[in-house]
């Protein structure tokens, strides 16, 4: 069975860092398309990243190129979100996503599986 587990999150003071990790297990990463989202109450959960089978990423909110950064352990079979230079908007859920859908953009209500989410709490 797949499951998406998620860690690193915590409360951080603006301009810090943290590293996010999903590690996968019942389905290979590299196989699939890996991602990362956020949400805040309210709003309509948002892609951050994605990193495709070859190890292709894209950062898709302009405000966050160049501080986030995808990657992934394919030995460990996890994705990880490096956030850097961290503000207070970027506070929300954040969770990790796998879409069997190749050649596809990534859209929440098409993910095949998901992390719990881990919150991330900056303070300014």
């Known amino acids: 069975q797949v499951q998406l587990v998620e860690s690193g999150g915590g409360l951080v003071q603006a301009g810090e860092s943290l590293r996010l990790s999903c590690a996968a297990s019942?389905?290979?990463?590299?196989?699939?398309?890996m991602g990362w989202f956020r949400q805040t109450p309210g709003k309509e959960r948002e892609l951050v990243a994605t990193?495709?089978?070859?190890?292709?990423?894209?950062i898709f909110p302009t405000a966050l190129k160049g501080r986030f950064t995808i990657s992934r352990d394919n030995a460990k079979n996890t994705v990880y979100l490096q956030m850097n230079s961290l503000k207070p908007e970027d506070t929300a859920v954040y969770y990790c996503?796998?879409?069997?859908?190749?050649?596809?953009?990534?859209?929440?209500?098409?993910?095949?599986?998901w992390g719990q989410g881990t919150q991330v709490t900056v303070s300014s």
């Open positions: 019942g389905v290979p990463v590299m196989n699939v398309i």
């Open positions: 990193i495709g089978r070859a190890g292709t990423t894209t």
């Open positions: 996503a796998a879409d069997r859908r190749l050649g596809v953009n990534m859209y929440a209500s098409k993910v095949d599986y």
